[in-house]
């Protein structure tokens, strides 16, 4: 059975990379996953917070927010506190990068990722991490062909997807109308090789069997290769 936007069960949503959209970041990336738009950029920085100083590696941290349009009711932005929601999802974001990036090969620099979404339609988090990725990789780039160092400190790629239970059905990347009615909701990052980096799954109002993880979790994997090939072929292309 067809869902409410004609996918199949195990469909992703059409999905487009765009490298190089703003100028001024080293990398910049808008990426759509159906409904939902995020720009992610990734900011070079000489030094590292105070508490890594000395140690002669690296940082990767992430910010994330939603911008006021994003949404069907205007959202009020983040000025002077941070909600719990934003602060959790921009943590994510950055173990998720971290999780494949070897520090010490950084140097004692830092590189910075803002995740602004610009449209939600479900899966921003998830949309997050996986443009979050590309725009890493072209902020390396510009760093070794500037001789801020002298190697990629990226060790394989790293993706994200959500995936759910609506009824009997377990669905792979979940729209806002399916998120809201699932009986389970899991987002799942992991890396090219297929290693977990993180696994949040949630039961709302149910519960879920260890069967049902066991094929959300092959449903995730399968997403997330295709994902990683969707990176893949965004980095082979030339920017502008």
Same mark, same amino acid.
Request: aromatic share 4%.
């Given at each position: 059975?067809?869902?409410?936007?004609?996918?199949?069960?195990?469909?992703?949503?059409?999905?487009?990379?765009?490298?190089?959209?703003?100028?001024?970041?080293?990398?910049?990336?808008?990426?759509?996953?159906?409904?939902?738009?995020?720009?992610?950029?990734?900011?070079?920085?000489?030094?590292?917070?105070?508490?890594?100083?000395?140690?002669?590696?690296?940082?990767?941290?992430?910010?994330?927010?939603?911008?006021?349009?994003?949404?069907?009711?205007?959202?009020?932005?983040?000025?002077?506190?941070?909600?719990? @929601?934003?602060?959790? %999802?921009? $943590?994510?974001?950055? #173990?998720?990068?971290? &999780?494949? +990036?070897?520090?010490? *090969? !950084? /140097?004692?620099?830092?590189?910075?990722?803002?995740?602004?979404?610009?449209?939600?339609?479900?899966?921003?988090?998830?949309?997050?991490?996986?443009?979050?990725?590309?725009?890493?990789?072209?902020?390396?780039?510009?760093?070794? @062909?500037?001789?801020? %160092?002298? $190697?990629?400190?990226? #060790?394989?790629?790293? &993706?994200? +997807?959500?995936?759910? *239970? !609506? /009824?009997?059905?377990?669905?792979?990347?979940?729209?806002?109308?399916?998120?809201?009615?699932?009986?389970?909701?899991?987002?799942?990052?992991?890396?090219?090789?297929?290693?977990?980096?993180?696994?949040?799954?949630?039961?709302?109002?149910?519960?879920?069997?260890?069967?049902?993880?066991?094929?959300?979790?092959?449903?995730?994997?399968?997403?997330? *290769?295709?994902?990683?090939?969707?990176?893949?072929?965004?980095?082979?292309?030339?920017?502008?």
């Amino acid at each position: 059975m067809a869902r409410h936007d004609g996918r199949r069960s195990g469909d992703l949503r059409p999905i487009e990379i765009k490298r190089g959209y703003t100028c001024n970041p080293a990398g910049s990336v808008l990426i759509h996953t159906g409904g939902t738009v995020v720009l992610c950029t990734a900011s070079w920085e000489s030094g590292v917070p105070r508490w890594r100083a000395g140690q002669g590696s690296g940082w990767v941290t992430a910010e994330y927010d939603m911008l006021p349009g994003s949404t069907s009711e205007r959202r009020r932005r983040n000025r002077n506190r941070i909600d719990g @929601r934003t602060q959790e %999802i921009q $943590r994510l974001i950055g #173990r998720s990068l971290r &999780a494949v +990036v070897d520090l010490e *090969k !950084l /140097g004692e620099n830092s590189i910075l990722l803002d995740c602004d979404v610009l449209q939600a339609d479900g899966g921003t988090r998830t949309a997050s991490v996986t443009g979050a990725y590309v725009a890493l990789c072209d902020a390396v780039r510009v760093a070794i @062909r500037n001789k801020w %160092i002298t $190697r990629s400190p990226v #060790r394989e790629p790293v &993706a994200a +997807v959500s995936v759910g *239970k !609506l /009824g009997n059905r377990i669905l792979l990347d979940l729209d806002y109308k399916e998120d809201v009615a699932a009986d389970v909701d899991m987002n799942v990052v992991m890396t090219g090789s297929g290693r977990f980096v993180e696994v949040q799954g949630t039961g709302e109002e149910a519960t879920f069997s260890r069967d049902d993880l066991d094929k959300l979790l092959r449903l995730a994997s399968r997403g997330i *290769k295709r994902l990683v090939e969707e990176q893949g072929k965004a980095l082979q292309r030339r920017l502008r």
